[in-house]
C-alpha cells in the first residue's frame, strides 16, 4: 500500500510540474542542442510565405524555401536561427531577416527509462533531467519494482558509468542536488527483492521485501496466522554465500533477508 501510495504521488507530482510549465520535455530550452529527428517550425518576420516545418535529417539539415538545404544539427535555436537569417542575406533574398525557431518535437535527444515501469521505453528530453523525471513520465515504478535503480550514463572519455541510487533519495535531494540524466543515459528499474512465506497464514506467497523488514511485519502482509497458525517455531530458510541453505529459528522483531522462505507451523495446543 506504502509503495503505491508513493507512486500515485510521483505521478501526480510530475502532473503538477507539467502543469506548471516546471517539468517539460518538449518545452523550448535555449541551451537544447538541435538534432537528426528534431521537427522545427522556422518563422521570419514578415514574411508569412517563408514559415516552414522542417524535420532535421541525420546529415543534420533541413530544407527551407529561398536557400534550400541548411545545417543546423549541432546548434541551439538561436544559432540555427541566426544561420538562416545569414543565408537569407547572403543570397540576397532579404536585406534584413528577423527569423525564429521553435521546436515543435524534440526527438534528437532520449533517455530510455527500462525495468519495472509502466510505460518502458525512450524518453524525448528538451534539457538534464532528473532521475526521478524520468520515471515520473514512464508512468512510475511498478508494484514490484525497487526504489534502488541503476544508472548507466555516457562519461567525457566515452565510457559507461553505472551507479545504484535510490529514488527516494533522489526526490529527497531537490532539483539542485539530484542526478541528472542526459542524451544516450538508461535507467533501469530491477525488481525489488522478495521473501516467500509458507505454512498456517492466511495468504501465503511471495512478497516485496522492503528495507528492516521484520517477521512480524512478514506476517500481516501475509494476513496474519491462521487458526491453528503459531508464531513459536518460525523457521526460515535461507541461502548462503556459497549456494547452500540452511534453517534458522526466527522471532517477530527479526530482519528478513531477500529471498528468504517463512515456515508457519501449525499449533499442537
Known amino acids: 500500500m506504502a509503495r503505491h501510495l508513493a507512486t500515485q504521488a510521483l505521478r501526480l507530482l510530475v502532473a503538477v510540474l507539467l502543469a506548471l510549465g516546471l517539468l517539460a520535455p518538449a518545452a523550448a530550452q535555449d541551451d537544447y542542442k538541435l538534432g537528426a529527428g528534431d521537427v522545427l517550425r522556422v518563422t521570419v518576420y514578415d514574411q508569412p510565405d517563408l514559415q516552414t516545418d522542417a524535420e532535421i535529417s541525420e546529415a543534420g539539415t533541413i530544407s527551407l524555401p529561398l536557400i534550400g538545404e541548411a545545417a543546423v544539427g549541432g546548434k541551439t535555436r538561436t544559432e540555427a536561427a541566426q544561420a538562416i537569417a545569414d543565408g537569407l542575406k547572403r543570397g540576397g533574398f532579404l536585406k534584413e531577416a528577423n527569423v525564429m525557431?521553435?521546436?515543435?518535437?524534440?526527438?534528437?535527444?532520449?533517455?530510455?527509462?527500462?525495468?519495472?515501469?509502466?510505460?518502458?521505453?525512450?524518453?524525448?528530453?528538451?534539457?538534464?533531467?532528473?532521475?526521478?523525471?524520468?520515471?515520473?513520465?514512464?508512468?512510475?515504478?511498478?508494484?514490484?519494482?525497487?526504489?534502488?535503480?541503476?544508472?548507466?550514463?555516457?562519461?567525457?572519455?566515452?565510457?559507461?558509468?553505472?551507479?545504484?541510487?535510490?529514488?527516494?533519495?533522489?526526490?529527497?535531494?531537490?532539483?539542485?542536488?539530484?542526478?541528472?540524466?542526459?542524451?544516450?543515459d538508461t535507467v533501469f528499474v530491477p525488481g525489488a527483492p522478495q521473501f516467500y512465506i509458507y505454512g498456517e497464514v492466511r495468504q501465503p506467497g511471495g512478497y516485496v521485501l522492503t528495507p528492516g523488514m521484520t517477521v512480524g511485519q512478514a506476517l500481516s502482509l501475509g494476513g496474519g496466522l491462521t487458526q491453528r497458525g503459531t508464531e513459536r517455531g518460525i523457521r526460515v530458510e535461507r541461502r548462503s554465500a556459497d549456494g547452500s541453505v540452511k534453517i534458522y529459528s526466527i522471532r517477530g522483531q527479526d530482519p528478513l533477508q531477500a529471498n528468504d522462505v517463512l515456515r508457519v507451523p501449525e499449533s499442537w495446543f
Not at 518502458?120 to 513520465?137: Q, T
Open 101 to 184: 525557431v521553435r521546436v515543435l518535437e524534440y526527438r534528437s535527444q532520449q533517455v530510455a527509462v527500462l525495468g519495472e515501469v509502466a510505460k518502458p521505453g525512450r524518453y524525448a528530453i528538451s534539457r538534464p533531467s532528473s532521475v526521478a523525471e524520468m520515471i515520473g513520465i514512464a508512468g512510475g515504478i511498478t508494484a514490484k519494482g525497487s526504489q534502488l535503480v541503476t544508472v548507466t550514463q555516457n562519461g567525457a572519455n566515452g565510457e559507461a558509468k553505472r551507479q545504484e541510487v535510490n529514488l527516494n533519495d533522489q526526490i529527497a535531494a531537490g532539483a539542485g542536488k539530484a542526478l541528472l540524466l542526459r542524451a544516450g
